[in-house]
């Protein structure tokens, strides 16, 4: 149960939310919206980040579509005369029943995350057929300002997309170089803000540092990404032993329409190992064994918009005295399946979520880590949403753990101008 302290938290943070975000323009939109000259909700399904057909077909195309932004154009430049911007930021007020260690505030006694996540974004048309994104965090003083990079180099054979991305990322695993679905498959796509007990990929511990190069294809019926990776992030790695892209990342999935649902199943494997590099250049050897499938449907039932999310996803267990999977360092393997459903019961407005997780942590003991999660969502405007979610895990060995707790609860503000 929530603390009388904790709920005067949650009602200031809700008011603040609330005369905050009314006072805002409604003409404030991210980057990619005023390059496209287009709202927010025709890239998106009922909200950000979850991608519709459209938003999927801009990310394939590498970021370079045009709307009606200017362009500088000339011999070999087609560049628009803007530097798209924006700033993404999420407030979260989180809460469990754990406890706190002494000396260390945790969400066991209530937390205000202000912010969980401040990071300016660049991105958009660099030429005809080649993009780029760049996330700089802002947050954390301590940590380096490049927290995510990409480069789309994409061109059309025969009406498909194909390409080479090289990338880095501080945490957003090898998916980082090229995904689409919605499914949690890469740590930043997702429909709830508690990911591990709505996402198996994110169960199983793959978002992780990236580097690397990703070989893409894609049409609106399939997409492929062949990576060559590490577990390492190029800003506090100088690119040489610890930057070895010698893991594998493979991921497919076909993306059918279906009458008036855009549909998805796939695949996703992780092979290989790396070593992982520190700023003193010391360096780790570790395997990156991990495979997943998923699927989603999005359309609509009685002219409410419906999403459903399913994943499975198993990492390999790392044997006694033998190199750790970097994924999971338990002699067992990790594994979970989750299946998640959010409804627009006010469309592109307000939504109702539901998830449940069956997992397998790989411990010896205490190994069945099942959740089941409720939420709902409100957009204050289209870049603007308030969420709340509450996770009811029944691990044994949750309850009462300091820092732990088996119920999470969040209350979070996110935004993107």
């Known amino acids: 149960m929530l603390s009388n302290r904790g709920v005067k938290y949650i009602f200031s943070l809700a008011i603040i939310a609330i005369t905050a975000t009314f006072s805002m323009t409604s003409q404030a939109t991210p980057a990619f919206a005023r390059q496209m000259g287009q709202a927010c909700l025709s890239c998106h399904f009922q909200h950000f980040p979850t991608l519709n057909a459209h938003g999927q077909k801009f990310k394939a195309g590498g970021y370079t579509e045009m709307g009606k932004q200017g362009t ?16 993404f ?4 007020y989180q809460t469990t029943n754990g406890s706190d260690l002494p000396g260390t505030s945790t969400a066991g006694s209530g937390q205000l995350q ?7 974004l660049f991105g958009g048309r660099i030429s005809d057929n080649i993009g780029f994104m760049l996330e700089g965090q802002l947050a954390n003083g301590a ?21 080479v991305i090289p990338y880095t990322t501080d945490a957003l695993g090898a998916a980082y170089g090229f995904e689409l679905l919605s499914t949690g498959a890469v740590r930043n796509i997702r429909t709830m803000e508690h990911r591990n007990e709505s996402s198996a990929q994110q169960y199983i511990g793959t978002a992780t540092a990236a580097m690397g190069v990703a070989f893409v294809a894609w049409n609106p019926d ?8 590490s577990p390492n992030n190029a800003a506090v790695s100088d690119g040489l032993a610890n930057g070895n892209p010698s893991s594998t990342y493979v991921r497919a999935a076909y993306t059918p329409t279906l009458g008036t649902w855009e549909t998805a199943i796939g695949g996703q494997y992780w092979g290989g190992h790396s070593n992982v590099g520190d700023v003193n250049d010391l360096v780790t050897p570790v395997d ?23 994943s499975h996803a198993n990492a390999k267990g790392s044997p006694a005295g033998g190199q750790v999977n970097l994924f999971n360092g338990n002699v067992n393997d990790k594994r979970a399946t989750a299946i998640s459903a959010e409804l627009g019961v006010v ?7 539901l998830a449940y997780r069956n997992g397998d942590n790989g411990k010896a003991t205490n ?23 509450h996770s009811n895990r029944t691990q044994a060995g949750y309850e009462g753990t300091a820092t732990g707790g088996d119920k999470l609860t969040t209350f979070m503000l996110s935004s993107g101008f």
């Open 72 to 87: 500088l154009k000339g011999e070999g430049l087609s560049l628009p005369s803007t530097l798209n911007a924006s700033l």
């Open 89 to 92: 930021t999420k407030i979260r």
């Open 114 to 120: 202000f912010p969980d996540e401040f990071a300016l």
């Open 143 to 163: 940590a380096p300002f490049l927290a995510g990079f990409k480069m789309p180099f994409m061109y059309d054979v025969k009406g498909t997309k194909v390409g």
């Open 222 to 229: 399939y997409f492929v990404n062949v990576s060559k990776w």
């Open 288 to 310: 990156t064994k991990a495979w997943a499938i998923d699927a989603q449907a999005q359309g609509s039932v009685m002219n409410l918009p419906l999403g459903v999310y399913f």
């Open 347 to 353: 469309p592109n407005k307000a939504t109702i979520m």
């Open 367 to 389: 190994s069945s880590d099942n959740a089941v999660s409720i939420g709902a969502t409100y957009s204050i405007a289209q870049n603007v949403q308030l969420q709340f979610q």
